[in-house]
């Protein structure tokens, strides 16, 4: 994998030297247009051998190019804020947004590979991380984002002579621990585990590039016109590629019954037993909350439904039991200018609560296979691939420790024109309806298949879906409190 | 002050429910009214005594009105990211957007209280603070926020037997350290220092509200008529009040001489001096921002300057120093839709480099007292009121250690009007040319004027304007690398 890299590259400074000023002007060109179009973001990984000219390079990207729009960001020691979420949080917080390049030193492969050289994971967790990496990666490609991965490599005797320049040079002290690296040990275990993850990284939109890094007009010279004709191609695509989604449709159910159907709409708690179950369930609910085993863990709970299904209801009586500091509601609505220019699970990661605390969020990510997908506002192939993506998100979640609770406020057709009607004569309660809601609801059984196809795709042991019947407000608040609790206790058991 | 908090008010239990429809009908009708206008932000401080009823009257609010539209603040221990910046920058990120409410527990008064009753502060200290905090609503309020500032209070006697109350009841066992208030000490002590914040800080455009805390309805009524009778109040006002500014006009002076036409614009350097000079300033540069002082310090760097008078490549010259992992480079544009819902300073706020790094603001903060003052995008009163806040931005970058550098680059004229012919000419730098950079140079002597008036209101001491005499680039290069390693060792020698 190393072979062609390890070979004697080389370019003379005259040769280097003219062919620099069109190189220069040609990226700077190509970068003013990506500004310009501000269509989609550059992403580009810095890994591989110490030594091997990652920082002298970017450096250099940063002198040639407009460090105006260009932002270098490093990861090594995490931050007490960013300690307190799930890991992909701070890559998520660092994303250069349409029209920009982001250069990351210090990225997942990085960290993946330290751990698993210090021997602080085995071969397993390292296929995992490599497949999170990798799910990350396409949705970010999927979204847009152009990718560049670059391995700078040396061979064992390259490196070897490089540190050993490199050690006379006070310029070179910011380099992270050089001194490991002299032991050949090192050296053989960093490269033996990263053939490993770029064999199982590379693929068609997102390939690693080796760069010889023995040679500096080389390596220089290489990485610009890699970056440079990745460029100028995306830049002239009509859009981003796009994969073809499976065509055959989804078909919930060919009976014509879903899951919602199936739902017993009639339950009703009766006011007395409402009164006394929602004041112990909520009670039960401050007292997970205020446990100490909860410091371990986040909590997230999604709120969607019917139109006047009684989400709001639901999340006073929900949040009525804490202290208004050990939560947030998140509302959903159209994302903002900066939220638009990220990739969409974006606007969701910022509101991800750290450790101890609960995020309640009034709508989610679920809008793309639900609104927008039935009313046109993404592709058909964006929503499809959601699916997975939101699973990915979610599995990130459970593995930062964040309980993820998800409820879906069921009400019948009926109810709803009921409780609409309300709505429009009760005073306060009107600017709770609009036009939007009555034309959703010409869409009901567009609605219905989209909701059972989520719940079948997206509900999983880790993140169940619970449907809630929600004719009855009383049933349905309480419902929602009980399985909130349930929730933490059972997570709370599984950390024993 | 608190003599009419500790008179005994009480409001009986039905008298309380009969109030109670219409008062929550018309918070949550004010709550959707300052949401669709999204004209202001609604700033809610709390503060007072202990077992006063804070917790509980956040924890109502949010029951009365929509929480999906109010965010609750704590600001207790800070996290390393905010211990790395000045103070403010914690309140700075979690400001409300306009149309939203924001509610800040353990806010800059409790912040500067504790201090003091802990006597880890004098009087001149809390003066200070207290100045510090008079200019940051002041500033809040001239851009349009709505701040509600409220002492709960309780007689010493009422304290106690509140706190005892309290001790069966787990619900309160997040409270902070009750115990500490149970010495009638600590409650002289706060009560004294109370006085002395709120007699200072009480203005017509942000009042006290002192909240007998005793009873639970009438403290509960209380709080939440004040904040509708000030919000529906604001929600009716074409526009949040603006003072009245000075009307007496600017004059940069009189005989017609300003301080950019005193500068020597011949000054230059011959390429083999700028060669030696650029690299020796380069290297020491490099060496400062690894010396371990600068762990200590941030670095923040302000590039104005007439169009085309070399901003661009001076950045390049300073940055290509260090390693880009040191620094960010800010290019500022138009505001995003999230920072047009913030007051100004935000989203210069939010680019505050932490210690050991450094921010280049291509362009700055001074856009509003330059192009917006000249093209008449904000208004007089706006950019009349931006010297003084710039100036308290400023002190409080220079308070958190942050090391400022402000650098105009001058051009005359004519050698403005060569350098944009150039630009059309060659390729790569016809992105550096607009049609809006010719119709700036139409107004060439009122930027002149602008210039003057920046310099003369915003140079001092711990912040001075550097004019960098720009015809000759590499004159000017060298100038702004020397001026910065200049303005780092001084910061670092009075380290010592």
């Not at 590979?113 to 390292?126: F, G, K, P």
């Not at 059984?445 to 879906?465: E, G, K, L």
Request: overall charge neutral; hydrophobic content about 40%.
């Amino acid at each position: 994998m190393f072979e062609s890299a390890e070979i004697k590259h080389a370019i003379d400074e005259k040769s280097f030297e003219q062919q620099l000023p069109a190189l220069r002007e040609a990226l700077l060109e190509a970068q003013f247009e990506l500004q310009q179009q501000s269509r989609f973001p550059v992403i580009i990984l810095i890994n591989g051998i110490e030594g091997a000219g990652k920082g002298e390079t970017v450096k250099l990207l940063n002198e040639w190019m407009d460090p105006r729009l260009i932002s270098v960001e490093t990861f090594d020691l995490q931050t007490d804020e960013e300690l307190a979420r799930p890991p992909a949080w701070r890559y998520w917080r660092k994303l250069p947004p349409k029209g920009r390049i982001g250069i990351f030193f210090g990225n997942w492969y990085s960290q993946m590979l330290q751990a698993r050289v210090d021997d602080r994971i085995n071969d397993a967790v390292l296929d995992q991380a490599i497949d999170a990496a990798e799910r990350l990666e396409r949705m970010l490609c999927d979204e847009g984002a152009l990718i560049f991965k670059f391995w700078f490599h040396l061979s064992k005797k390259q490196m070897k002579n490089r540190l050993k320049e490199l050690e006379g040079d006070p310029l070179s002290s910011w380099r992270l621990s050089p001194l490991d690296w002299q032991q050949s040990k090192v050296y053989d275990k960093f490269v033996r585990h990263g053939e490993r993850v770029i064999r199982r990284t590379s693929r068609d939109y997102a390939p690693w590039y080796v760069v010889p890094g023995a040679d500096e007009n080389y390596r220089s010279l290489f990485v610009a016109r890699t970056l440079l004709d990745g460029l100028q191609v995306a830049l002239q695509e009509q859009q981003r590629p796009q994969r073809h989604p499976h065509s055959a449709p989804l078909v919930s159910s060919l009976d014509n019954r879903g899951l919602i159907d199936s739902l017993d709409l009639s339950q009703t708690l009766a006011k007395d037993d409402y009164k006394t179950q929602l004041a112990t369930e909520q009670a039960r609910f401050a007292r997970l909350m205020r446990d100490k085993r909860m410091r371990q863990h986040g909590l997230v709970v999604v709120f969607e439904g019917n139109d006047a299904a009684g989400k709001g209801g639901a999340i006073r009586r929900l949040a009525a039991a804490l202290d208004p500091r050990q939560y947030h509601v998140v509302p959903i609505a159209a994302p903002t200018e900066e939220e638009r220019a990220q990739p969409y699970l974006w606007r969701f990661w910022r509101h991800i609560p750290p450790r101890g605390k609960m995020a309640i969020f009034d709508r989610s990510w679920y809008g793309r296979v639900l609104v927008e997908r039935v009313e046109g506002f993404c592709s058909q192939a964006d929503w499809l691939r959601a699916y997975g993506e939101i699973n990915d998100f979610e599995d990130q979640l459970a593995r930062g420790r964040i309980v993820l609770v998800k409820f879906w406020l069921a009400i019948d057709k009926e109810t709803q024109y009921a409780r609409f009607k309300e709505r429009e004569e009760v005073g306060f309660k009107r600017f709770k309806i609009t036009e939007e809601d009555w034309r959703n609801r010409d869409k009901w059984d567009q609605y219905v298949d989209a909701v059972c196809d989520m719940v079948d795709r997206t509900s999983n042991s880790r993140a169940p879906w619970t449907l809630v019947e929600a004719n009855d407000k009383r049933f349905a608040r309480v419902k929602v409190l009980r399985t909130v609790n349930e929730a933490l206790e059972a997570a709370f058991a599984q950390d024993l």
